[in-house]
């Protein structure tokens, strides 16, 4: 069973940075894949970034180039940098590991809350 914990969720004004971070625990391998969704109230879960163990990296289509993933592949960590945060980036951060490329489960860490205001 893959645990996930996140953090470095919290306030940040408008144009502010954020580093999120996520750590796995319970694999012995190398996940598939690391990633990170968010879902703002009332809207879909969407993605944000994800980063297989192969190198491939997708962004959601909103990232723009604000968005920066990194994971460290033998410790099962995973962390984003945002840059130029604004109001509608106030979401609640969702980490996601995906074991294998075969799985047909996936793992969600309890979420992160991010709020840009001024």
């Known amino acids: 069973q893959v645990q996930l914990v996140e953090s470095g969720g919290g306030w940040v004004q408008p144009g502010g940075s954020l580093r999120l971070s996520c750590a796995a625990s319970?694999?012995?391998?190398?996940?598939?894949?690391l990633g990170w969704y968010r879902q703002a109230p009332g809207k879909q879960r969407e993605l944000v970034a994800i980063?297989?163990?192969?190198?491939?990296?997708n962004y959601g289509d909103f990232v723009k180039g604000r968005v920066t993933i990194s994971r460290g592949m033998a410790d099962n960590t995973v962390w984003i940098i945002m840059k130029n945060l604004q109001p509608e980036d106030t979401a609640v951060y969702y980490c996601n590991a995906v074991p294998t490329s075969e799985a047909s489960d996936d793992y969600w860490g309890q979420g992160t809350q991010v709020t840009v205001s001024s």
């Open positions: 980063h297989t163990s192969g190198g491939r990296i």
């Open positions: 319970g694999s012995s391998f190398t996940l598939y894949a």
